[in-house]
């Protein structure tokens, strides 16, 4: 079974967590909000340590790869990516959306529509539609929620399950009692079976040209120039 290292640093929190084939053996989260970059090498260490592993006895990396927050994403990516440049490892990268979507199915299995979202400031997320197979219908895309959105399945009678963090904001807007809300956020253990298959499945990145799925281009203020 392959020893993976799963880095989720998609939104304000991110966490790692070492796996053997299904089996987490070590995990670790951030307690407060937009610690990557001082943290997530600290994590990395401490789960190594934890499982009773080198970095070199690594498998591969696996990363989740967005839509999410720019900064952190591009943080996330470039530690994935130095680990395995270093020690010649795989890279894998994961959907942050279907990863979502896959543990919302784990949690509340048999529902027809599975939306994962991701917060994009204000009344804007992050979302894709996954059906019961963990399958994706439609591009991820930043969508903003109204009281209309999804209306179709809405009509249809479509059983809708919405996670992420990204999903509290829209129960402002969408009808009550069409939607199942679930408290599942970002998190490197929902990495696993999907990085797992894809490890089996020998689907890499090539480490020179893979980026995140950004989606927006970041969210650059200029200051007020002085008079």
């Excluded at 690594?58 to 270093?86: E, H, M, N, Q, W």
């Excluded at 949690?107 to 599975?114: L, S, V």
């Excluded at 894709?128 to 219908?137: D, G, H, K, M, R």
């Excluded at 009509?155 to 199942?180: I, Q």
Aim: charged share 20%; net charge negative; hydrophobic share 40%.
């Amino acid at each position: 079974m392959p020893l993976l290292l799963h880095i989720d640093s998609a939104t304000d929190r991110c966490s790692v967590c070492v796996s053997k084939g299904s089996e987490i053996l070590a995990f670790q989260e951030a307690e407060k909000a937009f610690q990557h970059g001082s943290q997530l090498t600290l994590f990395i260490q401490s789960c190594m340590q934890s499982a009773g592993h080198t970095l070199a006895e690594l498998d591969g990396v696996a990363i989740s790869k967005g839509p999410g927050s720019y900064t952190a994403l591009r943080i996330g990516t470039a530690t994935a990516k130095g680990i395995c440049f270093a020690l010649n490892k795989p890279l894998i990268a994961v959907s942050t959306l279907q990863s979502l979507a896959s543990e919302a199915a784990n949690q509340h299995p048999g529902a027809t529509y599975y939306l994962p979202m991701i917060d994009a400031r204000r009344m804007e997320v992050y979302t894709a539609v996954y059906n019961t197979e963990n399958t994706e219908l439609g591009v991820p895309s930043a969508m903003i929620i109204d009281e209309a959105s999804f209306g179709t399945f809405v009509d249809e009678g479509a059983e809708m399950v919405l996670c992420g963090n990204g999903a509290e904001k829209c129960k402002e807007v969408l009808p009550s009692g069409k939607f199942v809300y679930l408290d599942i956020l970002c998190d490197a253990r929902w990495l696993v079976p999907l990085s797992l298959n894809a490890y089996q499945a020998k689907k890499f990145e090539d480490l020179a040209y893979f980026s995140p799925l950004y989606i927006k281009p970041p969210n650059i203020t200029t200051p007020k120039k002085k008079l």
